[in-house]
């Protein structure tokens, strides 16, 4: 009797113990889960703060919609066009394209690349359905994979224009502290020209033609523009600085570009942005802030060319020195203003 008393008392205690364990064990995990959900909501909140505040006016745009097309988002495509890729089919003939005329068309340039936002604004714009152009210099492409990020840049729609092989201010660049000569200058320019050439391809495989070029400082002299008329170059200036550049200038002042800019800027207007400034990851945050806002206002992004190519413009319209256009000095400030005017 003694020995069954001592072995029931012992069942009954491991079977407790087991239920305990088992019970706790089960609470262990639910609050586990619970933590984890926490977590992904928390992630989730952080990816639209960082890398979506255009999921949010997507949102927004239900209620007063701009157009029934709707872009894809950010988080969407980044998996496609996080690591630069060799030429590749790319479908970028948005439905927008085959009624242009519904919006407004603008021209976001970068300057001083090929850097470390090339990629990134690849990804984003192509999460709005558009692109722009990155105006380079030759002595920043070090070898395979800037090309390579120039190639994906060009297979989503990107133009890559002249800056200029080693970035030679016209005005003082000269050997001599002066003037750049009109030999000096126009090797500067035909050298960087033969690089990308030599290097990238159209969206269609055959090779890549550089056709725009913007003037380093933005200081042109007459053999500038005597030179891109030879080469048919039309010579981009701007019509809206992002300030990236001006240390005079505060984060204000560089965040009301854009925001003033939204259901201001017109068809045509060419914008002027850095890769490599002081400020240029406030750029980066500003154009990620309020690109949504000009996509649903009705605005839609292009490169120079395509933007030419969609208006009807041809480069012998508005290249070389051009009838100033809006006080711009002699430079292309709104693309299609330019056209209108044309050449001297």
Request: one cysteine or more; charged letters at 25%; hydrophobic letters at 30%.
């Amino acid at each position: 009797m003694k020995k069954r008393a001592v072995a029931l008392f012992i069942a009954v205690v491991l079977t407790f113990t087991l239920v305990g364990c088992n019970q706790t064990q089960t609470e262990l995990s639910d609050e586990v889960e619970i933590i984890i959900e926490e977590e992904t909501i928390i992630d989730g909140e952080s990816s639209m703060t960082q890398g979506n505040s255009s999921e949010t006016n997507n949102n927004q745009s239900q209620d007063t919609p701009v157009s029934s097309e709707q872009p894809t988002t950010s988080s969407n495509v980044s998996s496609v066009v996080s690591t630069p890729t060799e030429n590749k089919p790319i479908n970028i003939d948005y439905e927008w394209k085959s009624h242009s005329q519904d919006f407004k068309l603008i021209a976001f340039t970068f300057d001083d690349g090929p850097d470390r936002y090339m990629q990134k604004y690849v990804e984003y714009f192509a999460a709005f359905e558009g692109a722009g152009t990155f105006f380079v210099n030759g002595y920043k492409i070090d070898g395979d994979y800037e090309y390579k990020t120039m190639q994906n840049a060009i297979n989503y729609g990107w133009d890559i224009g002249n800056h200029g092989d080693k970035h030679l201010v016209a005005t003082i660049g000269g050997a001599n502290g002066g003037e750049v000569t009109y030999d000096e200058l126009k090797a500067d320019i035909t050298n960087l020209t033969h690089k990308l050439e030599t290097n990238l391809l159209k969206r269609d495989g055959t090779p890549y033609e550089v056709g725009i070029y913007r003037a380093p400082n933005i200081k042109p002299t007459a053999n500038t523009f005597k030179i891109c008329d030879e080469l048919k170059y039309p010579v981009i200036w701007l019509k809206y600085d992002a300030l990236d550049w001006d240390t005079t200038k505060t984060d204000r002042d560089r965040e009301d570009v854009f925001k003033n800019g939204v259901g201001t800027w017109e068809d045509g207007d060419v914008i002027l942005c850095h890769e490599v400034q002081q400020f240029a990851d406030q750029t980066y945050s500003y154009i990620e802030k309020y690109l949504p806002e000009f996509y649903h206002q009705g605005y839609r992004f292009c490169s120079v060319t395509e933007l030419m190519e969609l208006r009807g413009i041809t480069r012998e319209q508005i290249c070389g020195e051009l009838n100033n256009v809006d006080n711009n000095r002699g430079m292309v400030t709104n693309i299609i203003k330019a056209a209108q005017v044309g050449k001297k």
